[in-house]
């Protein structure tokens, strides 16, 4: 008997998605036999895909928590935000400032189908599903605009979805165009997949695999991500860090040592105040 989960209305479970693989890299549940079978092909090359995953959660709670708290950020909005799971940007958010409201974004209808219910009677809370390369469609779209008040500071957070975007529909002009819609002492929060300093088959195959699904992926140079910071105030990753980006487990970490794994040196993330 197969325990896949419901198909829901504008879902190909036969192709693989980013979000579903996602959900199965950090062990949960709401994802197909395609996803499965793609993930362990790259699980074969990468076997720290689960600490890659973790990783980049890891410091998007972080990052969240710190805006909350160290900087008075009181609304946010989570574009790419997959589908939910423990520890989500308004769980994570509600232990120290209960009145945080948070907007979820992705352009995955199983994401918008599952969210639904699982925040349903929440007035905070609100999810819709949108392209990230569309900044007017999502910043003007009603569920936003009732939450978010953009006369005041936003914590924007892109994390992990940025390297689904091609060099050819310049990511970086779409974060500017976020960025540029946003209240001064706004915060912009991203991570992104690099290829730098990666075994060149396990890159490949990993291009491969997205290939095959609704989404290819695009990972980037240290260089080039840090070209999303462009004009911003770096946020330090710790006591000590310079004005760049750095890998997910050492952004907020108590112990550096520690915090250096393999799955995380896959992922470059920064925070940065808006002027």
């Known amino acids: 008997m197969s325990t896949d989960p419901p198909v829901p209305p504008g879902v190909d479970p036969s192709v693989p998605s980013p979000a579903r693989l996602y959900d199965y890299y950090l062990g949960g549940t709401t994802n197909y036999e395609s996803d499965r079978m793609v993930a362990e092909r790259l699980r074969e090359l990468i076997p720290e895909l689960p600490d890659i995953a973790w990783a980049n959660r890891g410091f998007h709670q972080r990052a969240a928590r710190l805006l909350a708290t160290k900087h008075g950020i009181r609304q946010f909005i989570d574009i790419g935000a997959g589908l939910p799971t423990q520890g989500n940007t308004h769980e994570v958010l509600a232990a120290r400032v209960p009145d945080a409201r948070v907007v979820y974004v992705d352009n995955d209808p199983m994401v918008l189908a599952y969210a639904k219910g699982f925040l349903a009677d929440n007035a905070t809370v609100s999810v819709i599903q949108g392209d990230l390369r569309d900044p007017e469609g999502i910043l003007e779209h009603p569920n936003v605009t009732a939450l978010v008040s953009f006369g005041e500071p936003v914590g924007l957070l892109m994390t992990a979805v940025l ?113």
């Open 163 to 275: 390297n689904f975007i091609s060099d050819e529909d310049d990511p970086w002009h779409i974060v500017n165009r976020y960025v540029d819609a946003l209240a001064p002492g706004s915060y912009l929060v991203i991570s992104h997949v690099t290829p730098d300093n990666k075994p060149p088959l396990a890159v490949a195959v990993c291009r491969d695999v997205y290939a095959r699904s609704s989404q290819p992926i695009y990972p980037r140079s240290k260089a080039d991500i840090e070209r999303f910071f462009d004009g911003l105030e770096m946020v330090p990753a710790y006591p000590g860090a310079g004005s760049e980006v750095v890998h997910t487990g050492m952004w907020g970490a108590e112990s550096l040592s520690l915090a250096d794994s393999d799955g995380s040196r896959w992922i470059y993330c920064g925070v940065a105040k808006c002027p």
